[in-house]
């Protein structure tokens, strides 16, 4: 096992096992945390046939620690978040609208891998736009999916939506995921063809 694989899975113990310690409440924890182990158990699956560019590890790495964190306080409890809210003059904490953009952001990379190495996309000039979409698809099935929660948990909901009385949630988290996923092609496409030409080769 490779050093910086060593240091990606230690990060993410130690951050999942401060995380599970007394969080604000289990059920909410595993609501926020499941995603994350979800995505571990395929990262561990796939490690062989279909190893990932450093890129896309390390911005799964970066989200799982978001969840984690969410998952801990829950988003609206999350005290960085309080603080800017303190320091702003705001009236929400706006930790939840982090991950929304990082749902959006990491993402991005993840499935411009995925399509690019399989061949999916014969004329290039498609590819940004068919991974913005997909990424906005994901962002409207998770608010479906905390939709649901919402209907089958009145314990959990409030805490797992986090909406803080702000009407437009829903509406603002797909923008963000929408932004998201456009800042990351425009930032890290360069150095993702880059890592996947070394990784091919």
């Known amino acids: 096992m490779s050093l910086k694989r060593n240091i990606w899975l230690t990060i993410f113990f130690l951050v999942l096992a401060w995380s599970a310690w007394r969080p604000h409440d289990y059920p909410t924890w595993w609501l926020e945390v499941l995603p994350a182990l979800v995505v571990l158990l395929v990262l561990f699956l796939t490690r062989e046939r279909f190893p990932l560019t450093p890129l896309a590890y390390w911005l799964i790495l970066v989200h799982s620690v978001i969840l984690m964190v969410g998952g801990h306080y829950t988003y609206a409890e999350v005290p960085v978040g309080d603080w800017l809210r303190d320091f702003s003059g705001g009236t929400r904490n706006n930790y939840d609208k982090l991950g929304h953009l990082a749902q959006g952001f990491i993402p991005a990379i993840v499935v411009r891998e995925v399509l690019l190495r399989n061949g999916v996309i014969a004329v290039r000039g498609w590819l940004a736009f068919i ?63 880059r890592q996947i030409s070394k990784l091919s080769a």
């Open 131 to 193: 991974v913005v979409s997909i990424c906005l698809a994901i962002s409207a099935a998770y608010e479906l999916i905390e939709w649901w929660v919402a209907l089958l948990s009145d314990e959990a909901a409030e805490a797992f939506l986090g909406t803080q009385g702000y009407v437009w949630d829903t509406q603002s988290d797909m923008f963000l995921a929408l932004l998201g996923a456009i800042l990351s092609l425009l930032v890290f496409s360069r150095i993702h063809d």
